[in-house]
T-cell receptor, first 114, second 112 residues
């Protein structure tokens, strides 16, 4: 059962445009929401992350928007560049007692056209 | 600055064969993880080790075993490989369970 639903599956954006990737979660016990960027043949790398007590976090051209009541969060890439072409994964973490879970979305393949 | 190193990078096995995937990190991290990545499924946690000497099951542990050999090394073993275990396997590490994870570049495993 997928607890973090990510959309769209793929996205094509022109250079300079805004890329928007959305995620929705079900479990209110999640306490940390990271986004990972993955280039072909490489492992995922942490891009930006947010905690549920914050509604927005911005780092350079990357912004996470978080809507706790709707249980949704999104990644916005402003002024998208061809070098941003990669697969992006959202994730949600839950840590309870001694257990640990980091649940990933299914990924969005972004292509930024020159 | 190697970070997380996984070996081998590629492997082809026959059904029923056994295999150990190796992972080592040089960042003095306490926590280590094994994930598998399948198309359309994202990454799914197989096992993790919060600290040296401990291991715990993740989301999809069946068919796998792990060993936290020391603080640096965390291996994943397939005792009797099945075609359903064809995947890309990623190892990751972090300072502790609260901190961001750093991933290796993966092992691409095909089971015929």
């Amino acid at each position: 059962q997928q607890q973090v639903k990510q959309s769209p599956q793929s996205l094509i954006v022109q250079k300079g445009g805004i890329s928007i990737i959305n995620c929705a979660y079900e479990n209110t016990a999640f306490d940390y929401f990271p986004w990972y960027q993955q280039f072909p043949g490489k492992g995922p790398a942490l891009l930006i992350a947010i905690r549920p007590d914050v509604s927005e976090k911005k780092e350079g051209r990357f912004t996470i928007s978080f809507n706790k009541s709707a249980k949704q969060f999104s990644l916005h890439i402003m002024d998208s560049q061809p070098g941003d072409s990669a697969t992006y994964f959202c994730a949600a973490r839950r840590q309870m007692d001694s257990s640990y879970k980091l649940i990933f979305g299914s990924g969005t393949r972004l292509l930024v056209r020159p | 600055n190697a970070g997380v190193t996984q070996t081998p990078k590629f492997q082809v096995l026959k059904t029923g064969q056994s295999m150990t995937l190796q992972c080592a990190q040089d960042m003095n991290h306490n926590s280590m993880y094994w994930y598998r990545q399948d198309p359309g499924m994202g990454l799914r946690l197989i096992y993790y080790s919060a600290s040296e000497g401990t291991t715990d099951k993740g989301e999809v542990p069946n068919g796998y075993n792990v060993s936290r050999l020391n603080k640096r090394e965390f291996s994943l073993r397939l005792e009797s490989a099945a075609p359903s275990q064809t995947s890309v396997y990623f190892c990751a590490s972090s300072v502790d369970l609260h901190q961001p994870q750093h991933f290796g570049d993966g092992t691409r495993l095909s089971i015929l």
